[in-house]
C-alpha cells in the first residue's frame, strides 16, 4: 500500500532519544542524576551551524510536533499547521528540534519512568521541574548536537514561557524568542482553574498518592475530568456557540442558539449528557486520559503556575529583560481568555521599557487559546514573514 | 445579653412551612403528588394585597434571604444587603416573599426529603424539576397566601430566569419582572462547567449513584470540587487579582502581582496548596460541601442548563414575551463572565421587538457575577429607585 503525505510534511519521522549522566540541578534544590530526553528533528542544519530552532511545547505535548510517526500516518505531529516545507517554520530553511519535556510523558525521563536506582516507577516521587529546569535541560540537548545558538526558540502557551526563559537566562544563546498566546505569569484564575484539575486528579480512588503504576491502575475518572476544566478554558465561548450549535435564522440577523444543540434531539430529564458540548467534552477528556500520564499532568500545571521570571526582579518584569540580547516576536488571540491579548500587551511593555525590540501581533480569532495550534492565515502569514527575515538576517551574516 | 442588630435588618425572622396535597404536574411528565413548601415573608402585606414581592433564589439560595435566624445572628441571609427598611427591596414598603425551591435543600421536599410513600429519602429518584414547575409551585404559594398579584418578581442568576418565566407564563399575576445578573439561557460554555460539575460529585465514590443519605455517607469531595468550579465562575479575573495578590507600586502605574499571593510565603516544590487562592477556594468549596446536599447540586444544574424559553416559540425569544403584561427591570455587570451583559443586551432587544417596557441598567463593576449579592452603590440606588416607583404604582392604583 502506498501511503500518499501532504506535499509539505516532514514526512515520515522516527523519535531519537539521548542519554545524560550529567547530574541536572532543579530550582527546588533537588538534583535529576541522570535522565533521558526523546526529541525530533526536522530540516538540516546548515554548515555554519545556525539554522537552528527550538520548538518548547505546552501541558499536554510532546516531541512529536510535526510529520507522521511510521505506522500512524493519519495524526501528524501537534505543530504539523506550523512546521514543514514552506509553512511559517519552514523546513526548507531551519532546522528544527523538538523534545519532550523532563517530566513529561512522551519518552524523556519523566513520573511515569522507572528510576533506574530503585528500579520503580518515579511516579509521584519525580522531582517538580520547572521552566527554568527545561530550558537547562533544553541547553545540554543543544551542547550535545553541538548547536552554538538558536536562530530562534518558539512555542505557544507554556512553550512560550519557556522562550521567554531563554531570553533570560541564555542571552548569547538565542538570537529571536517567539512568544505566542502566553502571558509572563499566571494569573489568580489560572492558577485557580489549574488547581481544580490537580483537586480532580487527586482525589480519584485509583490515585494511590501517585502511584497508580505500581497498584496497576491509573486515575481515568480524575484526569478525564481535568482535562475537561482545561478543555474549557482552550476554547472561546464563540467558538463552543458555533461549534455545538445549529444557526438559527431571523429576519435581521443571523445567530446561533448559543451552542444548544442537543444530542438525542431531546431532553433527558435525568443527570445523563443532554447537549453535545457535554458529550463532547466526555469524549476528549476520556480520550486525553488514556493517552497521558497523570503525574506529568500535575507537574505541568505546577511549572504553569510557578513561573514567573519577575520574582528575581522586585516583581519589575522589565528588569528581568535587561541583559536579555534576542528580538521578541509575541503573538495573541482577541478570543483567548485563558492568556488574553491584555498579558500579551503587558509583556510588549516591559520588554521596550527594557530596551528590546518587539514585534507584537493581535489576532482577530474565534478559537480562544486553541488558535495558536491552527491555521489562522492572518498569523501563520506574519509567523512566516518573521521567520523569513529571521533567516534572511542567518544568511547575511554569513561569510 | 442582648444582641444588637443592624437598624435596617429586618431583624429576627422565622421560616414558615405549607403542606400541598395538590398535585403538581412537572415538566419532565412525572409528577409530584404532595410537597412542602418552606418560606420567609418581611414586612407587612397592605390591605388591597397588592405590595407583594416575590425573590427567586438561585443555585445555592434558599429561602433565608434577610435578617437573621434566631442562634444565629452572625450571618445574615443571603440578600440581606438588599432586603430591609430603605433598602433597594424597602421592608417599610413591600411585603416580601421567598421560598425554598422544590427540590431544594433548605427545607421544601427535594431529594433529601423523604418519600413519605416509601419512607425513604428520594435521593435521586426526585423528579428532575425545571424553572417553569418551580414558578407553577411559586403560584400554589401565592395562592394559598392570597396574594392576587406579584408586585414585583426579582431575582439574581437562576432566580433571574424565574422572572422571566413569571413574565411568561402568568402575564396576568406580575407587575413587573427584575431579572438580575442572568441570561435568557445558558451558552455551551456554561453548560459545560455544569457539567464538569456534576461530573465532579457523581464520580465521587461516595455518591452511590445518588443514595449516599441511605449509605450514611455524602460525596464531600466530589461536592467540594464542583463548588470549586462554580466559585472561580462567579469572580472576575480581575476581583480575584485584587482578592489575592498585593499592590506592587511602580513609578509608572499600581499594579498588582496578579492574585500570586503565597499561602506560606515560599514554594512547596510539591503538590500541596502553593497559592492564597487555592486555599481560598478549598476552604469555600468544603464548607459549602457541608451545608448542601448534592443531588440538589445535580438538580440545580440541570434546571439552569434547560431553561430556554424560547423553545417554545422556534427559537425567537421576543415572541415568548407577546403577551407579557409587565414591565421589565434588567440588570447586568460588566465583569460577570458566566451572564456578560452581551447576553442582558441580548434580552433587552428581544423585549423591545415585543412591544415591552424595558428599563436596563448596566453596572460598572469589578466583582464578576456575585456583584448581584454586593452593596454596590449605584446598582443599589438604581435597584431602590425603580421599586420606588412601583410603589408609587401601587399607591397610583389604590382608591
Given at each position: 500500500m502506498t501511503i500518499t503525505l501532504p506535499e509539505d510534511s516532514v514526512g515520515i519521522v522516527e523519535p531519537q532519544q539521548l542519554h545524560f549522566d550529567e547530574p541536572l540541578s532543579l530550582r527546588s534544590g533537588k538534583v535529576l542524576p541522570a535522565y533521558d530526553i526523546v526529541f525530533e528533528t526536522y530540516g538540516e542544519l546548515n554548515t555554519k551551524k545556525s539554522n537552528a530552532i527550538l520548538i518548547c511545547h505546552a501541558?499536554?505535548?510532546?516531541?512529536?510536533?510535526a510529520g507522521y510517526h511510521n505506522g500512524d500516518t493519519k495524526k501528524p505531529g501537534w505543530w504539523d499547521s506550523c512546521i514543514?516545507?514552506?509553512?511559517?517554520?519552514?523546513t526548507n530553511l531551519f532546522f528544527v528540534v523538538c523534545m519532550n519535556n523532563l517530566?513529561?510523558?512522551?519518552?524523556?525521563?519523566?513520573?511515569?519512568?522507572?528510576?533506574p536506582e530503585t528500579g520503580?516507577?518515579?511516579?509521584?516521587?519525580f522531582p517538580v521541574v520547572t521552566v527554568r529546569d527545561w530550558v537547562k535541560s533544553q541547553v545540554m540537548l543543544m551542547d550535545r548536537l553541538e548547536?552554538?545558538?538558536?536562530a530562534a526558540v518558539v512555542g505557544g502557551s507554556l512553550g512560550g514561557m519557556q522562550a521567554l526563559r531563554w531570553a533570560i537566562s541564555y542571552p548569547e544563546r538565542i538570537a529571536h524568542a517567539i512568544c505566542i498566546a502566553a502571558a509572563p505569569k499566571l494569573s489568580a484564575q489560572n492558577i485557580a482553574f489549574n488547581e481544580v484539575a490537580r483537586q480532580s486528579i487527586t482525589s480519584d480512588p485509583d490515585f494511590h498518592q501517585g502511584y497508580y503504576l505500581e497498584h496497576g491502575t491509573y486515575p481515568k475518572q480524575g484526569l478525564t475530568l481535568a482535562r475537561m476544566v482545561g478543555h474549557i478554558t482552550y476554547l472561546s465561548d464563540s467558538a463552543m456557540r458555533a461549534k455545538f450549535g445549529k444557526t438559527v435564522s431571523d429576519f435581521e440577523t443571523e445567530k446561533?442558539?448559543?451552542?444548544?444543540?442537543l444530542r438525542s434531539g431531546k431532553?433527558?430529564?435525568?443527570?445523563?449528557?443532554?447537549?453535545q458540548v457535554e458529550s463532547y467534552l466526555h469524549y476528549q477528556g476520556e480520550r486525553f486520559s488514556e493517552n497521558f500520564d497523570a503525574n506529568t499532568y500535575l507537574l505541568m500545571t505546577k511549572a504553569l503556575d510557578y513561573f514567573d521570571p519577575s520574582v528575581d526582579f522586585e516583581g519589575d518584569l522589565s528588569k528581568a529583560f535587561l541583559n536579555s540580547d534576542c528580538k521578541f516576536m509575541l503573538v495573541s488571540f482577541?478570543?483567548?481568555?485563558?492568556?488574553?491579548?491584555e498579558r500579551s500587551r503587558e509583556l510588549v511593555n516591559d520588554l521596550l521599557k527594557a530596551g528590546r525590540e518587539v514585534t507584537y501581533l493581535e489576532v482577530e480569532a474565534d478559537?480562544?487559546?486553541?488558535?495558536?495550534?491552527?491555521?489562522i492565515p492572518r498569523y501563520i502569514s506574519a509567523f512566516r514573514s518573521y521567520l523569513c527575515r529571521v533567516h534572511k538576517e542567518i544568511c547575511q551574516d554569513a561569510p
Open positions: 501541558l499536554s505535548g510532546d516531541h512529536h510536533a514543514g516545507a514552506g509553512k511559517a517554520i519552514d517530566g513529561g510523558c512522551g519518552g524523556s525521563t519523566g513520573p511515569a519512568s522507572k528510576d520503580k516507577y518515579f511516579g509521584p516521587d548547536i552554538p545558538k538558536w446561533t442558539n448559543f451552542g444548544r444543540d431532553l433527558s430529564f435525568g443527570f445523563d449528557v443532554d447537549f482577541t478570543t483567548d481568555w485563558r492568556f488574553p491579548p478559537q480562544g487559546h486553541d488558535a495558536f495550534l491552527l491555521p
